[in-house]
């Protein structure tokens, strides 16, 4: 438990992480980050990596629908942007992948303005659906633009390289993902702690007064969809640099409701939210995967009944999240901390 | 010398006049008074100055200077002109300490990027900020013990004082209130009132404020201006206004006591 917690300067009320204990449990969880590609399978690697790409694009939308309001069912999209930036760059040019990553998320965060710019005028639903717009015309740009994009068979890239060294393997591809999830996670919290993510946040509960504050709505906006598709289409870059193609179809409109799913899932406006429902999103279809297998020596027919299950299992779970847990995922993780702040005094 | 000047000003939504020719003044470092029946134009004209209503004809001028609708409501803030609203406006999800450093964020300038590091500037003046709003403004309004509280869970007068504290934070020139202790009880008034005074006179912020309870205006004001169906009927001090036959009408409908009486006997005789 935790008794008291005085503090002698702002600077230390005002961290991130304010006690011993919970600098504690973050090394040790970044210690596990590390050893984990050193102790798992292949197929553990890869579901890891997947997570990783996850949490950088969730984060991204949870900037953009958690924090600030407005709904986009463009992130599929604005990954697509930043994928295709970084396959063209390492087809054309000989750049290393930080900077083909900078690019991309940059090229990504250009077309979120111009997508970002009906937003001023309308919310909600009505946005949503001019995302979609904006979605479906970017699919169909990946899909026609034949002399850059490669049209319907799109293009496969060479691995990414730095200083002579080049990623292929997944083993490798995870240090470039992980650490790159971990500081675009923490660059998120430290937006929310200065005066920008407060007039984010302040968009989203109360836009008049917002505004009454001197909060520039249009320029904040556009400020959070750039950001936002910046994070997508780094996220996407990984994408590219993992699967080494990318097609119009990687990057479906069910991929946008999946990250909207996520945020929703995790929390809305909450960073660790982000995090945990990226996780829970990607991993639960294969764990339903693994429970079948898991099965199939008692019940030979497994298979056959369970696999055009999963999907209804998947989707029974997220219903059940929001009925039963509205808040999300990291509403539970606070709990669990409440529990233990004063365990075991009081339960 | 008049720190606010409100020339000839009319608004109109569709045939409602919400405002008609209105002129009155503010003078500085004084706390001024609008009052007047409901539905008498005082938030319309509130929302003229802040800048989300557009009068149609009439100037508005600040510090001297004229103020047109040009002038947006984010700029009219950076320009020194704070406000609170009638039903609390603060952002109900975020903490007490969160909402009074909004206040603050048009005097701030760090970037985007800056802000993704935490690291320098944005880090300096984040915290410059905390100390100023610690040491000014929440040690000042009494709020130290709710600081880290979201503001939703937080009972009505003491919203009250969190919108009044980020107001502050503005570091405006005029603070607007729009009915700052509507529906507080005695002893939360008397707070109120107390901070309304120590502001304007430690802070020498000129105090431009909406308010119903006459006790209160009565007491604190040092200049009202009656406003009733869009029209100003008078503007001086609180004893000259309190006796003026004009605005005894327009709060009790008719100024001739007597008839009053004698038709209320009637009514009781026939009754």
Known sequence: MRIGDAKQSYEADEAIWTSQTQKLWLGFFLLILLVFPFVVDSYLLYLGCLVGIAVISTTGLNILTGFTGLISLGQAGFMGVGAYTVAWLSINTALPFPVTLVLAGLMAAAVGILVGLPSLRVKGLYLAIATLAASVFLHFIFAEWESVTGGMGGLSLEPAHLFGFTFQSDFSMYFIIVPLAVLMVLAARNVFRTRIGRAFIAIRDRDISAEILGINLLRYKLMSFALSSFYAGVAGGLFAYFYRVVTPESFPLSMSIFYLAAVIVGGMGNLLGGILGAAFMTLVPEALKLLTAALTPFYPNAPVFMSPMLEIIFGALIVGFLIFEPHGLAEIWHRIRRFFRLWPFKN | ?271
């Open chain 2, 1 to 271: 010398m008049s720190i606010l000047e409100i020339s000839n000003l009319s608004l109109s939504f569709g045939g409602v006049k919400a405002l008609q020719d209105v002129s009155f003044r503010v003078p500085e470092n004084t706390v001024t008074t609008i009052i007047g029946p409901n539905g008498a134009g005082k938030t319309s004209l509130f929302n003229c100055i802040s800048g989300f209503y557009k009068p149609q004809q009439g100037t508005i001028r600040y510090q001297g200077q004229p103020l047109p609708g040009s002038i947006k409501p984010p700029k009219r803030a950076a320009l020194g002109l704070a406000r609170t609203f009638q039903n609390i406006a603060l952002f109900r999800g975020m903490t007490v300490l969160d909402n009074i450093k909004l206040g603050a964020h048009v005097h701030m300038k760090s970037g985007l990027l800056s802000a993704l590091a935490y690291f320098g500037p944005a880090r300096r003046e984040e915290m410059d900020v905390r100390k100023e709003v610690e040491e000014r403004i929440i040690d000042f309004l009494e709020i130290d013990h709710i600081r880290r509280q979201p503001v939703a869970s937080l009972s009505y007068g003491l919203q009250k004082r969190v919108e009044l504290a980020r107001a502050l934070a503005m570091q405006p020139k005029v603070l607007m209130l729009d009915e700052p202790v509507a529906g507080m009880n005695r002893e939360e008034k008397e707070d109120m009132a107390r901070f309304i005074l120590d502001i304007r006179e430690e802070w020498g912020i000129t105090v431009l404020m909406v308010e119903h309870d006459m006790g209160m205006v009565m007491d604190i004001s040092d200049h009202i201006a009656v406003l009733n169906f869009g029209q100003v009927i008078t503007e001086g001090l609180p004893a000259d206004v309190q006796n003026n036959p004009e605005v005894i009408k327009a709060y009790l409908g008719n100024s001739d006591i007597d008839s009053l009486r004698k038709k209320l006997n009637a009514e009781g005789e026939a009754a």
